[in-house]
């Protein structure tokens, strides 16, 4: 059976945008236990837009992200930006 190759670089954009912010350093896991109305799980478009939406929304929810990697780190860094009508 195919075996996905683990991406262990950043794309181009994230390393030109961190870069730009003087690489911070990456946010703290998450350690212990953490309450919220929703918890969204990949910050890529879907979690990201997802968040962003619910708080628009209803701005007292309390949303969590939570991103194994970086925001940005999968596919929705990685695409060719294409904008098709379908
Ligand atoms: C090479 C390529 C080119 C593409 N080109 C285009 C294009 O031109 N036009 C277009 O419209 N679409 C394109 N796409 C498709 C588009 O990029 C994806 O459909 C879209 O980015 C998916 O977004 P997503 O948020 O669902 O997933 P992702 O962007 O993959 O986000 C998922 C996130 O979840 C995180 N994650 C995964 N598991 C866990 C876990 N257990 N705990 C915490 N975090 C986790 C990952 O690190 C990642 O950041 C392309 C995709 C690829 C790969």
């Known amino acids: 059976m195919f ?3 683990r991406i262990t ?3 181009f954009w994230l390393e030109q945008a961190l ?3 003087g690489d911070p350093a990456p946010a703290p896991p998450l350690e212990s236990e953490r309450r919220c109305d929703i918890a969204i799980v990949g910050g890529g ?3 990201l837009w997802t968040a ?3 708080k ?3 701005p007292s ?3 969590v992200l939570i991103e194994k990697e970086i925001c940005g780190w999968g596919g929705s860094g990685r695409n060719a930006g294409y904008l ?3």
């Open 9 to 11: 670089y950043r794309n």
């Open 19 to 21: 870069a730009e912010e």
């Open 45 to 47: 478009y879907t979690g």
């Open 3 to 5: 075996e996905a190759e």
């Open 56 to 58: 628009r929304r209803d």
């Open 84 to 86: 098709l009508n379908m």
């Open 52 to 54: 962003i939406d619910l």
């Open 61 to 63: 929810l309390d949303v």
